[in-house]
């Protein structure tokens, strides 16, 4: 069975920086593209960084040279570095994965979820 799970959520300030996880289980990475995305209350989805088994990685100008996303093989693990943060970084953030060889920032592309892990930023 397919799971990931997110962890190393929490509250930091402004300019402050977290690492987030996404440990998969029931599959090996190299054959699926890892997505983080994030939501805020009463906005929709949307993708912060996506990864593919072989490195392949892309993510959206609003968090570029700020967040970065890496792969851990032996520990099946998903990292987002998330460096500068911004209150309107603030949300849930969910990891997801989807069968292949392409990245991806829509989330109807995935289709298997972690319970997503909280990140404030206050000011």
């Known amino acids: 069975q397919l799971q990931l799970v997110e962890s190393g959520g929490g509250l930091v300030q402004l300019g402050g920086s977290l690492r987030l996880s996404c440990t998969a289980s029931?599959?090996?990475?190299?054959?699926?593209?890892i997505g983080w995305f994030r939501q805020a209350p009463g906005k929709e989805r949307e993708g912060v960084s996506s990864?593919?088994?072989?490195?392949?990685?892309i993510r959206p100008s609003s968090v570029t040279g700020r967040f970065t996303v890496s792969t851990n093989n032996a520990k099946n693990t998903v990292y987002l570095q998330m460096n500068s943060l911004k209150p309107e970084d603030t949300g849930v953030y969910y990891c997801a994965a989807r069968r292949g060889y392409f990245p991806s920032l829509t989330a109807t592309d995935f289709g298997s979820w972690g319970q997503g892990t909280q990140v404030t930023v206050s000011s």
């Open positions: 990864i593919t088994g072989s490195g392949h990685t």
């Open positions: 029931g599959f090996t990475l190299d054959q699926y593209a």
